[in-house]
């Protein structure tokens, strides 16, 4: 398989963010029963990309396994050095401004839909809960790995809770629904 995938920049950013490479292929695998998605961001693009299979390059972008179908796959991200030539509006806040922050049990609950997939919305519960939680922390918080055992609705009112901090270098959040793991998002911070 080599399929190319295109992107568009959001808000004033200049990289394509991981909701939007999550969402690009739950698009493309839209026919298959995708069950154990586990994605590896080895770091930021500006490009598009093409989905490949295996693990060969070294270059990657992203390490996917999946399994499609109850088939296990293994497939990568890698830059085509095509361009993004387009641009949407995000409003993180439309996120934060629909959800319940729990500081002591460290988590935080959407409470309302907010029109964006569930990837942007847990994406940014936790990078707010991470703010809110280490407000002296000074850095840049990266969305570097998802694990999720079973797609859900973009409306889905989860829960992301704060598991792990290993020192900063990286973080592991679970996203629950009613109570239940469905997957977990990692963040690393790059210091300013």
Known sequence: MHTKLNFC????????????IVAALLKHFSSAKLTDLDLKFNGITSTNLDLIDGDSADNAKVNIRVSLNGEQK??????NGTP?????????????????????NQQIHLVQN?????CENFVAMNKYLLQQLFPDEQGKW?????????????DALITVKLIKNFSFRLTKSDFLLNGEVVGSVYFTMVRS
């Not at 907010?114 to 569930?118: A, D, K, M, R, V």
């Open 9 to 20: 920049f959001k808000g004033n950013r200049a990289y394509v963010q991981g909701p939007d």
């Open 84 to 104: 993004v030539e387009c641009r949407y509006d995000y409003d993180e806040d439309k996120v934060i401004a629909a959800c319940e922050l729990d500081s002591q």
């Open 74 to 79: 293994i497939m990568q991200l890698v830059e």
């Open 142 to 154: 990266y969305f570097t790995r998802l694990e999720q055992k079973y797609i859900l609705p973009d």
């Open 114 to 118: 907010t029109g964006y997939t569930l």
